[in-house]
C-alpha cells in the first residue's frame, strides 16, 4: 500500500520477544535518521502479529543501511568488572546498559545476562563476524547462525538446554545453539544508541514494554515503547529474565517469552 511515495514494509517481528521489540526500536530509529524518510505519511505500527513501517525506504536500503551502523558498534572497556565500558558506533558514543542507575539495590540491570567471563567486545565481534550482507529479501533479518554467544534477549536461544536446568555451554551442545545475528546486533544497539531500557524497570529483574497498535512516527518510537504516551492503545508486556541453570550456572541469564501484563490500562481497555 502506498501513501503519496511511502510504502509499507512489514517484518515478521513478534512482540512476545522482547529483542523483537528492540530490534523494531533500532530499524524505526536507523529510518528516522534518513533524510529520505521526512514526510508526514512515515510511521510504524505493531498489527496483525507483524511490525508494519511505512516509509519510502526500500526494504533493502533500510536493512543496509542497518548493517553498516551495526558493524560499525565498537565496546569501550572501563575499568574494573567486565560489565564496565560503553558502546559507540563511528563517531557517537552510546551508553551502556548493563549497569544500574538506581542509588540503591543491585548494581547491574536486568540487560547484563553474562558472567564475568564474558566480555560484551568479544559477543560484539562475534556476531558481527557472523552477520550476513543485505540481499534483495528480509532473509537478513531472519539469518540464523551458530558457535555465538547470545546477549539473552532473544526467547528462541537456548531453551532445550535451560529448561531442563543447565546452561547448554555446561552439557556440550552450546556451539550448536541457534543464534540470529541480525537480531542480536540491532537489539544491544537499541538498548547502546536508542532507548534506555533501565527507564522501563518496574523492579530489578522486570522489564516492562509497551507495543503500540497504532500508527506513531519514528521519532516517538522510544517513548511509545516505554509506554510513556498518553492515549496511544497498544499491549504491554512484562519481560523476566531467569537463571540459565542452577547453582553458578545462574550466573548467566536470558529472557523467555514475555507475558502481557493485564493490570495496565490502555486506553482502549479503559473504555470497557
Known sequence: MKTEDCCELRFNLDERNFSHVLSAVTLSALAARTSSVQSPHTSCIWIGGRFVMRTNLTERSLFEGADRFLCSMRWVDGLGAAEQGTFTAGCEIGC??????AQSGPETSPAKTFSGQ???ASVLQDQQGLLARPNSSNSWLGQMATGVRSWGYDCRVRSHAYDQGFSSDAEGSGKQDPVYPAVELLSIAALAFFADVRGW???????????WNQSVSFDVVPYAVAHRMNGVEGRSYVASDRGAAYGK???YKFFPESEEDKGVLTR???RT
Open 201 to 211: 524497570q518496574p523492579d530489578a529483574r522486570t522489564i516492562r514494554y509497551f507495543v
Open 268 to 270: 482502549a481497555s479503559r
Open 249 to 251: 550456572g545462574a550466573a
Open 118 to 120: 564474558v566480555t560484551p
Open 96 to 101: 551502556n546498559p548493563f549497569i544500574s542507575l
